[in-house]
């Protein structure tokens, strides 16, 4: 009752979206799909249920994410979907809602003496990364460790299938389903560190801005009504060892 009233009173304070909201999606499995000029993944099914419930027109653009963000910069997008804080971006950007999993990096392994319990059990290891990707400072700043970079998650988990490198560090969500979609399976080292908030982001001067409230409490409606964690569970799921 006390979410029903509070999205009836914002029903009445929150003016129209007159015209379709502009999200930009760059093809990021399985976060954002766009293949043939269909689009799916975890950051729209969340975002189709917030759109439903808020009774939103939807128009979705693909486009690398560098220009998804010039685009929404330049006032031709409305929606980041995914969007990391930075404060370069919070000059075009309102980090309206952490409306999407802070996904951990996990340590996938094959054999057990190279499951990691520790960070100092990285030492000593070739570890397979995904080039020009942050994973946390103390990991990426460190240059004793043996990395193996790599530009695709498909080939580092072929790479440890074929024992070319001990480790694979991956976000959660990413290495299951490169895993599943590999028909390939990888044991979970104890070790993990979390991940940073992911965020839906408006753009600045966007009619949307005005909808900041509406969608904040949204999100947490989808939360206390378990859509969100099933719409998550369908995604963990995919690639479990």
Known sequence: MRWAALFL?????????????????????PY??????????????????????LGWQVQYRE????????????????????????D?????????????PADRRLFFYQTDTHRIERYDDLYGRVIGAREATRYFPRFDEDTSLMKEL????????????RGRVDVVIAPELVGRYTLNQLGLTASVSPYTVPGDPVYLAVAKGSPLQAQAEAIRATVQAMENDGIYQEILGQYLDQGKP
């Open 9 to 29: 009173s914002l029903a009445l304070v929150m003016p129209a979206v007159a015209q379709p909201v502009r999200v930009g999606v760059s093809h990021s499995p």
């Open 32 to 53: 954002r799909v766009a293949e043939d000029g269909r689009f799916s993944g975890l950051y729209l099914d969340i975002f189709d249920e917030i759109a439903n419930r």
């Open 63 to 86: 486009a690398p994410y560098r220009r998804v963000l010039r685009l929404a910069e330049d006032g031709q997008l409305d929606v980041v979907l995914g969007a990391r804080r930075t």
């Open 88 to 100: 370069e971006r919070e000059v075009y950007l309102d980090f309206v809602a952490p409306a999407f």
């Open 150 to 161: 790599v530009g695709r998650y498909e080939n580092l988990m072929l790479m440890l299938e």
